[in-house]
């Protein structure tokens, strides 16, 4: 069974650094994209970025460029989004997604979530 | 970029059939996503490439996608179906992921 597990919720203040986690099962972790998600409070689904475990290859959309860090663990089969300095605008649910489908041009399962708070 | 629009909300009785829209320049060149995410839960897919459920989901649900419309379609719709729905295409000249800005289905 696939299964996508996510790191807990987290609070944190403005200036902070900060590295969720995204830990695969159940699947050839190597083999298919892991992207990231983000979804602000009462608002829609938006992709921030996504990474090919197998050689570490990352796509960022333009939005998101120079703002977050995407890393992968192979030995652990763990992808990670990483800030080095949080914004109040940071707060959102973040959520990882396997890429996949037929034609591998949607995310066929996702993880639980992880929530981010940032507030001084 | 690419803007994919969906009306905010679409409200239907039980039993009847909901429509939901998501409007893009030359959609039907495209595949479409449609995801369903209840409330405090994870996004889950529903219809892939326009008219294929993944295993698991009910045959109520199909897709369709032509012009510059795609449509999800929600047949005898349940209580249990009230949620937000999200389509979603992927723009391989620019290798980004677009989601459109959700639909609440309301049950009436």
């Known amino acids: 069974e696939v299964q996508l597990v996510q790191s807990g919720a987290e609070v944190k203040k403005p200036g902070e650094s900060l590295k969720i986690s995204c830990q695969a099962s159940?699947?050839?972790?190597?083999?298919?994209?892991i992207a990231w998600v983000r979804q602000r409070p009462g608002k829609g689904l938006e992709w921030m970025a996504i990474?090919?475990?197998?050689?570490?290859?990352?796509r960022f959309s333009p939005s998101m460029q120079g703002h977050v860090t995407v890393s992968v663990d192979k030995s652990t089969a763990t992808v990670y989004l990483e800030w080095s300095s949080l914004q109040a605008a940071d707060s959102a649910m973040y959520y990882c997604?396997?890429?996949?489908?037929?034609?591998?041009?949607?995310?066929?399962?996702w993880g639980q979530g992880s929530q981010v708070i940032v507030t001084a | 970029s690419y803007v994919l629009t969906q009306p905010p909300s679409v409200s239907v009785t039980p039993g009847q059939t909901a429509r939901l829209t998501c409007g893009g320049n030359?959609?039907?060149?495209?595949?479409v996503h449609w995801y369903q995410q209840k409330p405090g839960q994870a996004p889950v897919l529903v219809v892939q490439?326009?008219?294929d459920r993944p295993s698991g989901i009910p045959d109520r649900f199909s897709g369709s996608n032509s012009g510059n419309t795609a449509t999800l379609t929600i047949s005898r719709v349940e209580a249990g179906d009230e949620a937000d729905f999200y389509c979603?295409?992927?723009?391989?000249?620019?290798?980004?992921?677009?989601f459109g800005g959700g639909t609440k289905l309301t049950v009436l």
């Open positions: 979603q295409v992927y723009i391989r000249s620019s290798d980004l992921w677009v």
């Open positions: 030359d959609i039907g060149t495209r595949s």
């Open positions: 490439d326009d008219n």
């Open positions: 159940g699947y050839t972790f190597s083999r298919y994209w």
């Open positions: 990474i090919y475990p197998g050689d570490s290859e990352t």
């Open positions: 997604a396997r890429r996949g489908g037929k034609y591998e041009l949607n995310f066929d399962y």
